[in-house]
């Protein structure tokens, strides 16, 4: 026996008031995630393997708009004009069929645009020749009938209650002589085609539909598919990093002041405040996370009273502007240039000392310290250099 073939007949002549009249056009027309409703609809059935010809019944004021949708598709397609109801225009699309019958026929509308593979094939497995095929949802909310005024009359049990979906499936034969026979008894107000088909006396067999097989009717529907489908725009946050460089050189002392600690030496670094070499760079990298100039334009050496200053007080001011500016301080890291003192054990305690004045914790803070293999100035153990970097994190995102 050879393979029964099936066509499609995809229902897309609504006006889709319901949705809105938008300035694109019908509902089937708009796109959510992209991608025009029939397009995605049309290709699902153009592209199954079991499915052969596909019919689309559209509105006769829709040609442009549909060729515009589905650009080369339009080829795989036979397209035909609908009529002013639903049951009229799948009675078109049958009639496009009828010269050429198929043994089945799936009938579907357009604003399903999520139907899957899976269910094509599930109602194209179930398709017998003396029966239709209905992929349904058991109805799972508790359905009451109004009494029409606003109240509710009663409670429906809901047993063996299901909601109808598309495609739903005949053989062809059958269903097209029941919609002629619907014709020309002047019936018209079957709302889907296996009620044509139980009318008929065509028994009609239940599959499991889909949840994800929407009807997107109202505009809402059709804003809450693109969002589904529309990948999340990335986000940049504002991330900003800043470096610093500094040099002190020795002078006669016993003691020099690194990152906040005082270390016995038998030099001590010159300069206008205390010479805290690391805590300069690093407030310099601070600075330029937010743009806020250098540690010369807000403590210049020119004012009194920063002389002989404790430098911490220079960061912590510096870290009060970053937070001011809305930043937070992700990472501070300075490395300190110099041949001695030994830097190593006096770490830990720079470490907590830079923590506690930018009131970020420890983890968040790097110390290294290297020698410069005694070449140039350091090497001659004429200063120490430190050079730093900051990260800090402000709100919002960078801009286009
Ligand atoms: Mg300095």
């Given at each position: 026996m050879s393979t029964p073939t099936i066509a499609a007949i995809i229902l897309a002549a609504g006006r889709g008031e319901r949705a809105g009249s938008p300035a694109d056009?019908?509902?089937?027309?708009?796109?959510?995630?992209k991608v025009p409703v029939i397009a995605r609809t049309i290709g699902a059935f153009a592209r199954h393997p079991k499915i052969g010809r596909v019919v689309v019944v559209i509105h006769r004021d829709d040609c442009a708009l549909l060729r515009k949708a589905i650009g080369a598709m339009i080829d795989e397609i036979v397209v035909v004009s609908g009529g002013p109801t639903r049951q009229a225009s799948t009675l078109e699309g049958l009639r496009a069929l009828s010269e050429r019958p198929p043994d089945?026929?799936?009938?579907?509308?357009?604003a399903r645009p999520f139907v899957s593979d899976e269910l094509l094939d599930r109602i194209a497995d179930a398709l017998e020749d003396d029966c239709g095929v209905?992929?349904?949802?058991?109805?799972?909310?508790?359905?009451?009938?109004?009494?029409?005024?606003?109240?509710?009359?009663?409670?429906?049990s809901r047993d063996n209650l299901h909601a109808s979906q598309t495609p739903q499936a005949f053989p062809f034969a059958a269903i097209r002589d029941a919609h002629e026979k619907a014709r020309r008894q002047g019936l018209q107000d079957f709302t889907d085609d296996a009620a044509i088909a139980e009318w008929a006396g065509i028994s009609v067999r239940l599959v499991a539909g889909a949840p994800e097989n929407?009807?997107?009717?109202?505009?809402?529907?059709?804003?809450?598919?693109?969002?589904?489908?529309?990948?999340?725009?990335?986000?940049?946050?504002?991330?900003?990093?800043?470096?610093?460089?500094?040099?002190?050189?020795?002078?006669?002392?016993?003691?020099?002041r690194l990152c906040g600690v005082s270390i016995p030496h038998e030099k001590r670094l010159s300069g206008h405040s205390d010479a805290d070499v690391g805590l300069h760079a690093l407030t310099d990298a601070l600075l330029a996370t937010c743009g806020a100039g250098d540690i010369g334009t807000h403590f210049p050496p020119s004012d009194g009273r920063w002389?002989?200053?404790?430098?911490?007080?220079?960061?912590?001011?510096?870290?009060?502007?970053?937070?001011?500016?809305?930043?937070?301080?992700?990472?501070?890291?300075?490395?300190?240039?110099?041949?001695?003192?030994?830097i190593g054990p006096h770490r830990a305690q720079m470490i907590a000392a830079m923590a506690e004045m930018l009131e970020i914790s420890p983890g968040r803070i790097s110390l290294k310290a290297t020698t410069s293999e005694k070449i140039g100035f350091i090497g001659r153990k004429e200063g120490i250099a430190a050079i730093a970097s900051a990260t800090v994190v402000f709100p919002g995102e960078v801009p286009q």
């Open positions: 056009g019908p509902k089937q027309y708009r796109s959510v995630g089945f026929v799936m009938i579907h509308d357009a209905l992929p349904a949802l058991r109805v799972s909310d508790t359905i009451k009938r109004e009494d029409g005024c606003g109240f509710v009359r009663e409670t429906v929407v009807k997107l009717t109202w505009p809402a529907d059709i804003e809450m598919a693109d969002l589904k489908l529309t990948p999340r725009t990335a986000v940049f946050p504002d991330v900003r990093t800043g470096t610093g460089y500094d040099v002190h050189a020795f002078a006669d002392g016993d003691h020099v002389k002989g200053a404790d430098s911490g007080l220079f960061l912590r001011h510096t870290a009060n502007l970053v937070r001011q500016a809305g930043g937070r301080i992700s990472s501070a890291d300075v490395t300190l240039v110099c041949e001695a003192p030994k």
